[in-house]
């Protein structure tokens, strides 16, 4: 039975990522930027095996280096900074992150997803901040102006959707507003929370790809679309 997708709640939820958050933190701790400088955090700096827990957009953009890679395969360059892992300091720094966030909605209305993660409901807060795109870029200038951080935002009428929409869009762009034809034809192996075993899963099911309709979205066959 199709599912009536006008019933269903329309909030206006922000979801906010810290870009490369721990490589963010030591670039502006050693006067660095974190958007220009080459710059990976890793678990023990010693260990040539040792995993590389964050990486600056630069050293992703040009050498491939990402969470997950592997300390011998850092380019050896004198551009190139390496950092111990401080975990004790990037969490003192997501505290006073989530503080900042309180000054612009009530604290029941943000939810931590992780250190470098949040959501936040704007729901009633038209007067105080405007349209939610207006609110996203007044929370990316404080964050900014304050910490020295860059942050990338998804909008979405739901939690699950700012989620998909930060992942697939904003982290490219910077922020990204789920519109009705935003999210068509997402490949499941981008959506949240699916891995390579439940998409082959759904597959074998007949189900290819995430829909939005009025910004609800829903699994849908292949031959619907085919």
Request: net charge positive; with cysteine; charged share 20%.
């Amino acid at each position: 039975m199709p599912l009536d997708i006008s019933c269903l709640p329309k909030n206006k939820i922000l979801c906010i990522d810290m870009k490369s958050f721990y490589a963010s933190c030591e670039c502006v701790d050693h006067g660095l930027d974190p958007l220009e400088d080459y710059v990976v955090v890793v678990s023990d700096k010693n260990r040539s095996g040792s995993v590389v827990l964050a990486a600056s957009p630069k050293m992703k953009q040009n050498y491939g280096i990402r969470t997950g890679s592997r300390l011998y395969e850092v380019p050896c360059r004198r551009h190139t900074h390496i950092f111990n892992a401080r975990m004790k300091r990037y969490l003192e720094i997501s505290v006073q992150i989530t503080e900042l966030f309180s000054t612009f909605v009530p604290f029941e209305a943000i939810l931590t997803y992780s250190v470098d993660e949040s959501w936040i409901t704007l729901d009633g807060t038209e007067k105080l901040h405007g349209s939610p795109m207006e609110a996203v870029q007044k929370i990316r200038s404080a964050i900014w102006n304050q910490f020295g951080l860059p942050s990338c935002i998804g909008i979405g009428p739901n939690r699950f959707i700012s989620k998909v929409v930060l992942d697939v869009y904003a982290k490219k762009q910077g922020i990204a507003e789920c519109t009705p034809n935003k999210l068509w034809l997402v490949p499941l192996r981008e959506v949240w929370g699916i891995g390579s075993r439940m998409e082959k899963h759904l597959n074998n099911m007949g189900m290819y790809r995430l829909e939005a309709w009025q910004t609800v979205p829903w699994i849908v066959y292949g031959s619907v679309l085919a």
